[in-house]
Nanobody
Framework: QVRLVESGGGSVQAGASLRLSCTFP????????MGWFHQAPGKERQFVAA??????NYADSVKGRFTISRDNTKGMVYLQMNNLKPEDTGVYYC???????????????WGQGTQVTVSS
């Protein structure tokens, strides 16, 4: 199965910014909704943001701090994360789906994840 490829994670102090990137090779990229999900240590994977034909959607916890964007010419999706908090720590996964579901289990294509660690 084709996997997405994420990059851009790292370890930062609270208040810092990171930009995650994801590529989805071998597909008609523009026809898919793209999403980002967060899995904190010991917790289930949670929706963060998605971007599709109807625009962008965000989890309440990241509104005003995170911005999702895409470049269909490059087949890339990004997550700009500003004012990071320790609770943002975890693995961030990029995903693709024909429909931007809020439930992670309904998204069909996934990356391997990229670690983000925010220290206080």
């Amino acid at each position: 199965q084709v996997r997405l490829v994420e990059s851009g994670g790292g370890s930062v102090q609270a208040g810092a910014s990171l930009r995650l990137s994801c590529t989805f090779p071998g597909r008609t990229f523009s026809s898919f909704a793209m999403g980002w999900f967060h899995q904190a240590p010991g917790k289930e994977r949670q929706f963060v943001a998605a971007i599709g034909r109807n625009g962008e959607n965000y989890a309440d916890s990241v509104k005003g701090r995170f911005t999702i964007s895409r470049d269909n010419t490059k087949g890339m999706v990004y997550l700009q994360m500003n004012n990071l908090k320790p609770e943002d720590t975890g693995v961030y996964y990029c995903s693709a789906s024909p429909i931007p579901y809020s439930e992670p289990r309904k998204w069909g294509y996934w990356g391997q994840g990229t670690q983000v660690t925010v220290s206080s």
